[in-house]
């Protein structure tokens, strides 16, 4: 039960944020990218150190997923979220490289990727920039920057913010990549600026080019988004949420429609295979 204790005061994702994690999507009670969400979950702990385990394999956690999906009774649209932990010991020094995990399970009421009916107002968050380096890319358990910049969108009444990088460029937003369309070019930062490697960041880029579409990966400055006719913010649990303001500047929906069409085909014709850690 998620209200029941399983951790320890010990733990090492409590105390330090030394922990990665993957946000999963259920579709039709079956987890959807899973192949993509794991890949780059075992590059994740590679880059942490993790230790490798013959038991945590792509089955062994697929196996506990699909049960904690029938155990929750969730038969159409949920997500997981699966931590992966340093285990317990040591302050900021480690005693050991050994991990464990932990897999939550919750229902949503939208079954398949649905876009926002009302279109998102976006704003800078320039307090903290986010650095570029090795760990920009990884979803871990250190995410004070965002729950900051989370608090200051709610008080300046925003739907989302943009986080930008020690060069003041785009990064991306609190819980999303970003993208912007213009003139028939996709355009999103590339994962050098600082960026999270998005999984759906990852399929949108693959839809574009399936497409035929032009897209443009590299540095980008909050004036580009005056210069946008569309942005959208992707992550794997949401899809797409298109943005209808930035400043003064108002967007359209047309592309994102399109996108988050063929973002649903794709998802029912995906079939995950076996990766072994």
């Known amino acids: 039960m998620a209200d029941s204790p399983v951790l320890h005061a010990s733990n090492r994702a409590f105390r330090y944020g030394d922990s990665v994690f993957e946000s999963i999507r259920i579709i039709n009670g079956e987890p959807v990218f899973v192949n993509e969400h794991f890949e780059r979950l075992k590059n994740s702990m590679h880059i942490l150190g993790f230790e490798a385990s013959a038991q945590f394999t792509y089955r062994h956690l697929a196996e506990q997923i699909a049960a904690l999906i029938e155990r929750n009774k969730i038969k159409e649209g949920g997500r997981i979220r699966l931590t992966v932990f340093r285990n317990d010991g040591g302050y900021y020094t480690p005693d050991t490289n050994q991990k464990s ?5 919750t229902p949503l009421s939208e079954n398949v ?7 998102y107002h976006i704003d800078l968050y320039t307090k903290i920039k986010k650095h570029q380096n090795v760990y920009a890319s990884l979803k871990t358990g250190n995410a004070l920057m965002y729950v900051m910049a989370a608090k200051y969108k709610k008080e300046a009444k925003l739907d989302e913010c943009v986080i930008l990088n020690q060069n003041d460029r785009i990064c991306e937003a609190i819980s999303s990549n970003i993208f912007l369309y213009k003139s028939g070019s996709l355009y999103t930062p590339a994962l050098s600026e600082g960026c999270l490697d998005g999984i759906m960041r990852l399929k949108i880029i693959e839809l574009a080019k399936q497409l035929n579409i032009r897209i443009i990966e ?15 913010l992707t992550n794997a649990v949401s899809g797409l949420r298109w943005v209808i303001s930035y400043k003064q500047k ?3 929906n047309t592309f994102s429609k399109k996108m988050i069409e063929e973002l649903n085909k794709q998802v029912a014709e995906n079939v995950s295979s076996e990766t072994k850690f």
């Not at 590299?218 to 959208?232: G, H, I, R, S, Y």
């Open 101 to 105: 995990y932990l897999i939550e399970c």
């Open 250 to 252: 108002r967007y359209f």
């Open 218 to 232: 590299e540095a980008f400055t909050p004036t580009n988004l005056l210069q946008a006719d569309e942005v959208f």
């Open 113 to 119: 990727y649905t876009l926002n009916q009302t279109g």
